[in-house]
């Protein structure tokens, strides 16, 4: 019987180990990115000579690559490695914590790069220069609130018919028991950002932040959090001043909090915007010959005094509640000056294929439409007949759409007012097609709204009527396409809603190349490259021509590189694994920050 028994052993073997490598063969041919392969694919800009590449994208992609390259190669594969690259990077010790954290990052295999967190420290930074207490007390008190109690995790909030983005959260956040301390987590459930500490106010929080910063004696440093005992029969309140505006003129609540020499510091809202757009003169100072190569300054509405009357959340938003004192909340987007603490996106957290596109992320390149394909509803803030041609996403809907472009090229720049053709000499395409842009658009871009929220809106059955009598004669309504069906088109752009895109992270695992003009920040954003996993363009859109030329004539393989990047690196950085690792590290600093004993909670471990 013995024989018979190790035949049938090695007999499974060999079937075990033939399915092993059917599966890595699979995997291989499918791109994924192994646990310890971070390297980038090749390229043609590997070999390319400066010759063959002369366009100006071709220059970004080149030194995005370096970049990125470089970037790579500081990848923490040990507890004593990462911690070290912490202390250089922050100027303090980790966490406690922080073992059990970089434990689990192992376990499932995460590529941890100190810079991935910078937005952690950026986001927390101000908080140190308030008392630890008073945070604890502003924490506690506010409506929307996710509890962590001796290891167990529950949610309270004022309005039980919003959509479930505190208990998608609330989810997550149990992901990480029992490795979290005692905490309050106030969570912003509006779709607008709401805190605004004034640049002087919150540079000097910052500035009180840097003297702070210490890497105590390992001798001295405690390992436990306080905790919250008591916390809950608290009698003490805490009532944020909210500012709630009828004529919501944000845009002036939001250059207090830029930069005293910033160009939009001392431009005031518009009173009407029942006029013309103005658009930037020129190439902005973040763009390379007329194309963004400073991802994070095109996102700087300080930098951009135009967007107060080209971006819906100047003009007027569906909502304004907002704050110009620090208070710890977290939120999965923010203008560069809003003062939320990030955290991802409940969109991304959510199964509805509606913001995923389901399991499917496209077929094969060769098989997709050489088109581009955008649908949505007309988002962004309150568009009325008086100001909708303000309105971006009206903008980008009237620019990429042919027969509107052919008649403003004919002379009738009434049927576009949300944008104006600029001169030739910025892009090469508008003077190639000078004329004629419409008719090229018409070739490939299917860009359009499946509903005009216009304002007030107007019932209609059970709902509400898909069309908007003041935009009825500049565009027509077209059918909703879902997700997974635009997968099949090569080109996937995305702008700015009542907030962020919802639709991102589905766009960047798909098998398209995903195009992104915004002015939102997210918690991806120092793991996500610009020319390499996708291609920026600017809020005013006045690139998207240049961009589509570019990849339309002759540099598809180009595209189909940026494709399959971003892809992959989607998958290796921006998995649900992914964002539970970055919201558990960010409560371990959080946790810190609220402690009162916070100058001595750190992961010391590594040195003894």
């Known amino acids: ?88 990077r922050r100027g303090r010790h980790p966490p406690p914590g ?22 952690i420290d950026h986001d927390i930074s101000p908080f140190w220069a308030i008392d630890a207490q008073d945070l604890r007390v502003q924490a506690h008190a506010q409506p929307q609130v996710i509890r962590v109690r001796k290891g167990k995790v529950s949610f309270e909030t004022d309005d039980d018919k919003r959509p479930p983005w505190i208990q998608l959260w609330t989810a997550l956040v149990k992901e990480m028991m029992p490795h979290l301390p005692d905490l309050d987590m106030v969570v912003n459930v509006m779709d607008e950002t709401r805190l605004l500490v004034p640049w002087e106010k919150i540079n000097g929080y910052v500035a009180k932040e840097r003297t702070m910063r210490k890497l105590i004696d390992p001798d001295v440093a405690i390992s436990e959090y306080s905790g919250l005992a008591g916390v809950d029969n ?64 095109s996102q700087d509405a300080c930098l951009q005094p135009h967007l107060r009357g080209m971006h819906g959340t100047f003009i007027e938003s569906v909502s304004m509640s907002t704050l110009h004192d620090l208070l710890p909340m977290f939120g999965g987007s923010k203008l560069p000056q809003n003062n939320e603490i990030l955290i991802p996106g409940a969109m991304y957290l959510t199964s509805d294929e509606f913001y995923s596109g389901g399991n499917s992320h496209g077929s094969s390149w060769a ?56 001169p030739p ?62 997968y099949s088109y090569k080109y996937l752009p995305d702008v700015d809603g009542n907030s962020f895109s919802g639709r991102w992270r589905g766009f960047l695992r798909s098998t398209s190349m995903p195009l992104k003009a915004t002015i939102y920040t997210e918690w991806h954003d120092d793991r996500i490259f610009p020319w390499i996993h996708f291609v920026p363009f600017d809020s005013s859109y006045m690139d998207i021509y240049g961009i589509m030329d570019y990849f339309l004539d002759g540099h598809d393989e180009e595209a189909e590189w940026i494709a399959e990047e971003g892809r992959r690196w989607a998958e290796a950085v921006y998995r649900r694994e992914d964002m539970m690792l970055y919201v558990w590290r960010l409560l371990l600093e959080y946790a810190r920050v609220t402690d009162d004993n916070r100058e001595r909670l750190a992961f010391v471990e590594d040195l003894r």
């Open 234 to 297: 608290w009698k003490k309140t805490f009532e944020p001043k909210w500012i709630q505006s009828s004529s919501n003129k944000y845009w002036d609540h939001l250059r207090a909090a830029c930069p005293p020499d910033s160009p939009a510091r001392d431009i005031t809202s518009l009173d009407s915007f029942n006029g013309p757009i103005e658009y930037p003169e020129g190439h902005m100072p973040y763009m390379y010959k007329g194309f963004v190569q400073n991802f994070t300054a």
């Open 425 to 486: 000499e910025m892009y090469s395409i508008l003077d190639r097609q000078k004329g004629k842009l419409g008719e090229w658009l018409n070739t490939f871009s299917d860009v359009g709204f499946n509903i005009l929220e216009c304002f007030p809106r107007v019932p209609s059955g059970k709902g509400y009527q898909k069309t908007c009598e003041y935009t009825d004669p500049f565009m027509e309504v077209q059918k909703k396409m879902p997700m997974k069906k635009q």
């Open 98 to 119: 922080f073992d059990q954290w970089f434990k689990a990052a192992k376990k499932k295999n995460a590529i941890v790069i100190e810079e991935f967190f910078d937005r």
């Open 367 to 422: 098989s997709k439409k050489n088109a581009l394909i955008w649908r949505g509803a007309a988002s962004g803030g309150r568009n009325k007949a008086d100001n909708w041609w303000h309105f971006h996403r009206h903008r980008f809907v009237q620019m990429m759409n042919g027969t509107t472009v052919k008649a403003v090229e004919a002379g009738d720049e009434s049927r576009g007012p949300s944008f104006k053709m600029l």
């Open 1 to 88: 019987m013995l024989p018979m028994y190790r035949g049938w052993q090695r007999y499974v073997f060999i079937t075990a180990l033939t399915f092993l490598l059917i599966y890595f063969m699979l995997l291989y041919r499918q791109g994924t990115i192994a646990p310890n392969d971070i390297t980038l694919s090749p390229s043609k800009f590997d070999h390319a000579t400066t010759k063959e590449r002369n366009h100006p994208i071709d220059h970004l992609i080149k030194e995005a690559r370096l970049s990125f390259k470089q970037l790579l190669g500081k990848h923490s594969t040990n507890l004593e490695q990462a911690a070290q690259r912490y202390r250089e």
